[in-house]
C-alpha cells in the first residue's frame, strides 16, 4: 500500500471550511484513498473515499487531482466536534481482502470558536 | 442501534499474566479485526478473521492469540509473550468485501505493569 504525507497539525475557524491535505505520490492505479478521523480515546470513524473522481457525503468532500497524487478532504462548516486526528490512508481493494489499512501520523486538526 | 462493544474500557494487569479483551458486533459483519494504537502512532493490525473459524496473522500477531467460534465475537488474548502489551487495543469489522468501511469500536486501554 502506498504511502502518505499528511502535515501533523491544522488550525481552523469554527464554521469555516477545513482543508486537509494528502500526499500520496506513489499512488498506483487500483489504490484507493480513504479518509478516517479518531477523536481523542475513541475508535477512528469512517469519513469518505473514492478512487479518481471527487466524492461527497454528508460529512465531508473529498477532493482528487488529476494525476491522483495527492487529495484534499474539505470539512465545508467545521464545528468544535471536528477537533480530531484525521488519517488518510491509501490502500488497493481486492474482494475479501483483509483489513490491512496502514494508518500513518495523520493530521490533528483544531478547531477553535 | 448496532455498533462494536469492547470491554472494559480500562484494563489493569500483572506482568506475566494473561488477559483477555472482548469485542462483540451486532452488525451481521463477516470480518472483524484488532488494532493496537501506541501513543502518537498510528494503527497496527494485529490479527483479522473474515469467516467464522478462520483466523490470519496482520502484521504483529507475535504475542497475541484469537478465537472466532462466533461470528458475532471475537476476543483477543494478550499473553504474557507479548514484549510491550501496554497499549490502546481498537477492534473493528466491515462485511468483509475490501471496499467497505470499517466500523470501529471504542477500544480497551490495557496497561500492564
Known amino acids: 500500500d502506498a504511502k502518505t504525507t499528511q502535515p501533523p497539525s491544522m488550525d481552523c475557524a469554527e464554521g469555516r471550511a477545513a482543508n486537509l491535505p494528502c500526499n500520496h505520490s506513489?499512488?498506483?492505479?487500483?489504490?484507493?484513498v480513504y479518509w478516517y478521523r479518531q477523536i481523542h480515546s475513541q475508535g477512528p470513524q469512517y469519513i469518505i473515499h473514492?478512487?479518481?473522481n471527487n466524492e461527497t457525503n454528508e460529512m465531508a468532500s473529498l477532493i482528487i487531482t488529476e494525476d491522483r497524487k495527492s487529495s484534499t478532504l474539505i470539512l465545508p462548516h467545521a464545528t468544535l466536534r471536528d477537533t480530531a486526528v484525521y488519517y488518510c490512508?491509501?490502500?488497493?481493494?481486492?474482494?475479501?481482502?483483509?483489513?490491512?489499512?496502514?494508518f500513518g501520523q495523520g493530521t490533528e486538526l483544531s478547531v477553535k470558536p | 442501534d448496532g455498533g462494536i462493544t469492547q470491554s472494559p474500557k480500562y484494563l489493569f494487569r500483572k506482568e506475566g499474566q494473561n488477559v483477555t479483551l472482548s469485542c462483540e458486533q451486532n452488525?451481521?459483519?463477516?470480518?472483524m479485526y484488532w488494532y493496537r494504537q501506541d501513543p502518537g502512532q498510528g494503527l497496527r493490525l494485529i490479527y483479522y478473521?473474515?469467516?467464522?473459524?478462520?483466523?490470519q496473522k496482520g502484521d504483529i500477531a507475535e504475542g497475541y492469540s484469537v478465537s472466532r467460534e462466533k461470528k458475532e465475537s471475537f476476543p483477543l488474548t494478550v499473553t504474557s509473550a507479548q514484549k510491550n502489551p501496554t497499549a490502546f487495543y481498537l477492534c473493528?469489522?466491515?462485511?468483509?468485501?475490501?471496499?467497505?468501511?470499517?466500523?470501529f469500536g471504542n477500544g480497551t486501554r490495557l496497561t500492564v505493569t
Open positions: 490512508i491509501v490502500r488497493v481493494v481486492y474482494y475479501n481482502q483483509g483489513g490491512k489499512l496502514i
Open positions: 506513489t499512488i498506483s492505479g487500483n489504490e484507493y
Open positions: 473514492g478512487l479518481k
Open positions: 452488525l451481521n459483519h463477516d470480518a
Open positions: 478473521s473474515q469467516i467464522v473459524n478462520d483466523f
Open positions: 473493528a469489522s466491515n462485511t468483509g468485501t475490501g471496499r467497505r468501511a470499517l466500523h
